[in-house]
């Protein structure tokens, strides 16, 4: 299975220079956040492939006009082809706008989808912020969250996918880096993830964990 994830930066080469052929074999596209509306819309409907998202930070436009024929995973736990992807967005709060929060309102977040946690774990975590050390910038904006080093060191992912943190603000920051298990990515731009097939799994089912089944 490969998924496509990206953030912050639409990518002109999927974009402006799009041809079908940069999506050859990609199953879905992951958002983590601060990507226009109108590029998502644009790649669920050229790619014909799932496209999921969490919100940045400047994604209050999101509130007016959603990306069309996108699904929101933000505060959700969803089972894509046998793997659980958990989505949360936002990140540490800087001032009085959207998609903010501080330690505190994050770990209640994650409190509410502590009962799909505890059913079947996290394969993928998907988030607009990066965890505490791990990504992260000492200023108030890029700080990241000790919560979601704290999910790390419980559920032990395979992934982590963040954002906010363009790979340009600190160029000698890398894109991966290993933290026990989980392999942490930047997805500034676009970085495609290759996962073995799950067998016995639909090609194109996903499922969210209040038991709702959606066709991709």
């Given at each position: 299975?490969?998924?496509?994830?990206?953030?912050?930066?639409?990518?002109?080469?999927?974009?402006?220079?799009?041809?079908?052929?940069?999506?050859?074999?990609?199953?879905?596209?992951?958002?983590?956040?601060?990507?226009?509306?109108?590029?998502?819309?644009?790649?669920?409907?050229?790619?014909?492939?799932?496209?999921?998202?969490v919100?940045?930070?400047?994604?209050?436009?999101?509130?007016?006009?959603?990306?069309?024929?996108?699904?929101c995973?933000?505060?959700?736990?969803?089972?894509?082809?046998?793997?659980?992807?958990?989505?949360?967005?936002?990140?540490s709060?800087?001032?009085?706008?959207?998609?903010?929060?501080?330690?505190?309102?994050?770990?209640?977040?994650?409190?509410?989808?502590?009962?799909?946690?505890?059913?079947?774990?996290?394969?993928?975590?998907?988030?607009?912020?990066p965890?505490?050390?791990?990504?992260?910038?000492?200023?108030?904006?890029?700080?990241?969250?000790?919560?979601?080093?704290?999910?790390?060191?419980?559920?032990?992912?395979?992934?982590?996918c963040?954002?906010h943190?363009?790979?340009?603000?600190?160029?000698?920051?890398?894109?991966?880096?290993?933290?026990?298990?989980?392999?942490?990515?930047?997805a500034?731009?676009?970085?495609?993830?290759?996962?073995?097939?799950?067998?016995?799994?639909?090609?194109?089912w996903?499922?969210?964990?209040?038991?709702?089944?959606?066709?991709?």
């Open positions: 299975m490969k998924l496509l994830v990206i953030s912050d930066e639409a990518d002109p080469g999927l974009w402006d220079y799009f041809s079908r052929d940069k999506l050859a074999g990609v199953d879905a596209i992951i958002s983590c956040g601060d990507l226009p509306a109108d590029y998502l819309s644009f790649l669920v409907t050229m790619g014909n492939i799932p496209v999921f998202y919100h940045g930070n400047h994604d209050s436009s999101y509130d007016k006009k959603p990306p069309e024929g996108c699904d995973i933000d505060g959700a736990v969803v089972d894509f082809k046998g793997y659980h992807i958990l989505g949360l967005g936002g990140c709060r800087y001032n009085a706008g959207q998609h903010q929060y501080t330690e505190r309102e994050m770990r209640r977040r994650i409190i509410k989808v502590g009962a799909a946690l505890r059913h079947g774990g996290v394969d993928i975590l998907v988030t607009h912020a965890a505490q050390g791990l990504g992260d910038i000492d200023d108030v904006c890029h700080r990241g969250f000790a919560c979601f080093r704290e999910l790390l060191d419980k559920y032990r992912p395979l992934y982590h963040y954002g943190v363009h790979l340009q603000y600190v160029p000698t920051q890398p894109r991966l880096r290993q933290y026990g298990d989980t392999t942490v990515v930047n500034s731009g676009k970085y495609l993830i290759e996962l073995p097939d799950r067998p016995g799994e639909p090609k194109k996903w499922r969210r964990w209040d038991g709702i089944l959606h066709h991709g």
